[in-house]
């Protein structure tokens, strides 16, 4: 009789349990799993809740509430009070959805069955240990009567010792010799039983049809429902095939919700081996191709012309060769239940039952994903697999992976540099799952395995450098937050920031319930520090314990929208997960307001998102919008919501002509050296910029200062490489050169092409 207990976990602890760790659901489904042999599963969104089914036959509720709470008490030392986690058994049989129990046949009709056996091996002549009864996991006839409470109780003795064990407890020979009992007769016997049973099951494994592919698959980082949807047709296909039931799989259809890079082709090709190895369709090589179903481009174009005789020609309606299909429907998500594609719909319907077909859509929200789900399931029987995006502990692992397979450790202090590299190339949309993950990872190893080459050196640990050297971003300055920030030019500014962190850490510090909220929001010009800023106040709330981690994640307005209908709440929320512990950066942040981007469907979808993570996660993530002062200030007003969410307010003037020349002076003293005349020269230039120039939108202050130190800082590198001279000074004719170029103009006419263009 099958009984189910569910752990559920206090969601308060398991965020402040939130660490680069895994998460303690996920360590508490594995151990179960080790220690009972039996598949664990994480519910309550994978978050919260785990649960086990067993047989109550053979193992017993409290066995496994005992080896829960050892589990907390050694892992976990808080877990000792109350409250942390609570115990749920059910009382009444697990059953299917035709209300029948799962727990299988009655004893007598096992007896029944054990004796029908028996008769037939002895009319064969076949010994009673046989090949099939050896791989169906029977005892032999003879055994004793009551062998049934000796198996409970060495099942129970087998899942105490493995208890033990993992927690450094068993007692080791020694121990045994110098007092405790010699082990009895039957409790030898009973061990030399559980070894043969292991042993035959490990030999029923690998007679399995799946057993090919699933050690591969259980390898993949991720895919937890594509994986359960395996496990599910290894288990049914011999059933299916037993009483001729095929067609209830062959008419059925999947839905795969996927983001580029999280594997759909390795998913959909690892289908259809599946398939092919269970023998439900003998796919052949070959058999499996993707399309994408693109929208026409004129409206004189039929919409699927181009593909129902591709999907004819290659779905063997001519030679009757079953194959496999994956469409890709993403650009006809906001035309579902058009006419066009149920039209389309029927056409395809014809090659069900004789071919493997899945439809593929970008990861989605729920609301999205069952409307799709269910314009689907009028014609068809379809079966939903969604592929979540890898957190940054399943990148970490797949970068791991790698590097162990070329025989490379990462030290520990060097993870930090991979999660930066990795949020890098989510900012700029260059972010596509595993296939990103890995590219980082070759990076590294060439970089690695060249610096090695040129030093002579065999060094296997990959460090910050090694990381670094295939980032792009600026890395941060040395120093603590605080120094960094009294570096900066322009006293009110950095007065204010001192004004916010004190309130913070007040506010914080007297909070007895629910925390405030430290969103903030910054306003100016292009150039005014904005960025820099923000990075700092991330470093100095780090040092002062009120963020976990203090990353700094940036990104644009639009890069939190989506390509689809669907697709935005999901993307904003995985950005906002990175950002955990950390500061999220959004530039332009009044791209998601209608006015801006001329629609407000996935603008406002973006902003709700937002909006529900930075008030559900208040404790533990801080954003930063920044943008033009008028434009933030129509999109505060156009959402109550967010302006309530963001108390702090620092406002970003534009730099003065003294603030921009210490500015240069600083750049120039930093790193070269320079003559008696450069310096004042710049000081009479910064003087004689206009008004007009100061206060326009198009003046990008602190970046036009430090395009012109570049520049020239360029012509006195080429001065001195011609002049065969050794050490570089900037010069005042090198600064003259540089501001008399033709592109940098202050004219009337270019009022607003200030700088470099």
């Not at 039996?38 to 496994?64: I, M, N, P, Q, Y």
């Not at 162990?404 to 060097?414: D, I, M």
């Not at 520090?529 to 644009?556: D, H, P, Q």
């Amino acid at each position: 009789m099958k009984k189910k207990i569910e752990i559920n976990l206090s969601a308060a602890w398991v965020r402040s349990r939130r660490k680069d760790e895994v998460l303690p659901a996920d360590a508490l489904a594995k151990f179960l799993s080790d220690t009972f042999g039996k598949e664990a599963s994480v519910t309550g969104d994978g978050v919260s809740c785990v649960s086990l089914e067993f047989d109550d036959s053979v193992l017993a509720a409290s066995d496994v509430e005992s080896s829960v709470s050892g589990f907390f008490s050694s892992e976990y030392d808080e877990c000792k009070k109350d409250g942390v986690y609570s115990l749920f058994s059910s009382d009444e049989n697990v059953s299917d959805e035709n209300g029948e129990e799962l727990g299988g046949k009655s004893g007598d009709e096992d007896d029944e069955k054990n004796e029908d056996e028996k008769t037939v091996s002895e009319e064969n002549g076949k010994s009673e240990d046989s090949e099939d009864e050896s791989s169906d996991g029977e005892e032999a006839d003879d055994e004793k009567e009551g062998e049934g409470k000796d198996e409970k109780a060495d099942f129970t003795k087998k899942i105490f010792d493995g208890f033990m064990s993992s927690f450094g407890k068993k007692k080791t020979a020694r121990e045994k010799d110098e007092g405790e009992a010699e082990e009895t007769d039957d409790e030898k016997a009973d061990g030399e039983k559980a070894d043969d049973e292991k042993k035959s099951e490990s030999r029923d494994e690998e007679k399995k049809p799946a057993y090919r592919f699933q050690k591969s698959l259980d390898a993949k980082v991720g895919w937890r429902e594509f994986k359960s949807l395996v496990k599910e047709l290894t288990l049914v296909a011999p059933e299916l095939k037993k009483n001729k039931c095929e067609e209830a799989v062959l008419n059925r259809g999947y839905l795969f919700s996927v983001d580029d890079g999280c594997g759909i082709s390795s998913a959909f090709f690892t289908l259809c081996s599946v398939y092919s190895e269970l023998g439900i369709l003998p796919l052949g090589k070959g058999s499996a191709r993707e399309i994408r179903l693109e929208k026409p481009r004129s409206n004189n174009e039929p919409p699927f012309a181009k593909y129902e005789a591709t999907i004819a020609e290659t779905l063997g309606e001519s030679d009757g060769e079953p194959r496999a299909f994956c469409l890709d429907i993403s650009e006809w998500m906001d035309s579902i239940d058009s006419s066009d594609f149920r039209k389309f719909l029927s056409n395809v319907g014809g090659i069900m039952g004789r071919n493997l077909l899945v439809f593929r859509i970008p990861f989605v929200n729920k609301e999205i994903l069952l409307k799709t789900e269910k314009s689907l399931n009028d014609m068809f029987s379809f079966r939903t697999v969604s592929f979540e995006p890898l957190s940054n502990e399943e990148n970490k692992a797949v970068a791991e992976k790698e590097f162990s397979r070329c025989g490379f450790t990462v030290a520990r202090g060097a993870w930090q540099k991979f999660f930066d590299k990795v949020a890098e190339e989510k900012s700029d949309g260059r972010y596509y799952g595993v296939k990103t993950i890995n590219k980082i990872a070759y990076d590294v190893l060439y970089n690695k395995n060249l610096y090695n080459a040129r030093h002579g050196k065999s060094d296997k640990t990959i460090g910050k450098k090694d990381f670094a050297s295939v980032c792009t971003a600026t890395p941060a300055s040395s120093g603590s937050g605080m120094q960094m920030l009294d570096e900066l030019v322009g006293e009110k500014l950095k007065d204010r920031i001192k004004e916010i962190v004190n309130q913070i850490e007040f506010a914080r510090s007297s909070s007895d319930g629910e925390l405030p909220c430290i969103h903030m929001r910054f306003v100016g010009n292009p150039g005014t520090g904005k960025t820099t800023v923000a990075r700092i106040i991330g470093r100095i709330l780090k040092e002062k314990g009120l963020l976990r981690l203090g990353n700094f994640y940036e990104y644009a307005g639009r890069d939190l929208c989506g390509q689809y209908i669907g697709s935005t709440a999901p993307k904003t929320a995985g950005i906002c997960r990175d950002a955990y512990g950390s500061v999220l950066f959004i530039d332009e942040a009044y791209s998601l307001y209608s006015e801006y981007t001329g629609t407000n469907d996935y603008g406002r979808e973006a902003l709700d998102t937002l909006i529900a993570e930075m008030e559900n996660h208040r404790d533990d993530l801080l954003v930063i919008m920044a943008g033009y002062t008028d434009e933030m200030d129509k999109l505060m007003e156009g959402n109550a919501g967010l302006k309530s969410r963001m108390p702090y307010t620092v406002e970003f003037p534009n730099f003065t002509r003294e603030q921009l020349y210490d500015i240069f002076r600083s750049m120039v003293n930093k790193t070269f050296g320079c003559d008696d005349k450069l310096l004042p020269a710049a000081k009479e230039f910064f003087d004689s910029i206009p008004d007009r120039v100061l206060e326009s939108k198009e003046f990008s202050n602190a970046r036009f200062v430090r395009n012109l130190y570049e520049r020239v800082w360029a012509k006195a590198a080429l001065r001195v490489q011609l002049a065969h001279q050794k050490t570089l000074v900037l010069t005042k004719d090198d600064f003259d050169r540089s501001i008399c170029e033709k592109d940098f103009s202050f004219d009337e006419k270019k009022k607003n092409r200030i700088g470099f263009v």
